[in-house]
């Protein structure tokens, strides 16, 4: 197996504890809707087209996600950063 990412250099802004704010996907705006599940400040950008609900949530530094259930059909992660 070849490590393609050993000779790969990492952006200062893609390091763990760096929070700018900027990504592939929109920031968004404050969270407030869903705050009953974070402790902190996180964002949301919805992607999507009203029916199915994809998002992009940015969370600041000491955010924390608490533990839930989605009934609805579960989630998928989709982690780019921290």
């Known amino acids: 197996m070849v490590n393609h990412t050993a ?5 200062q802004s893609l390091k763990a504890g760096v929070f ?8 968004g705006a404050k969270n407030e809707a869903y705050a009953d599940y974070f402790t902190g400040t996180s964002y949301l950008a919805l992607l999507n087209q009203p029916g199915l609900i994809v998002a992009n949530v940015t969370f600041e ?6 533990w839930h259930i989605h009934h609805e059909g579960g989630q998928i992660l989709l982690v780019t950063g921290g």
Not at 20 to 27: P, S, V
Not at 61 to 66: E, I, K, Q
């Open 7 to 11: 000779n790969t250099q990492i952006p």
């Open 20 to 27: 700018n704010g900027r990504g592939i996907f929109d920031f």
């Open 61 to 66: 530094p000491g955010c924390r996600n608490f």
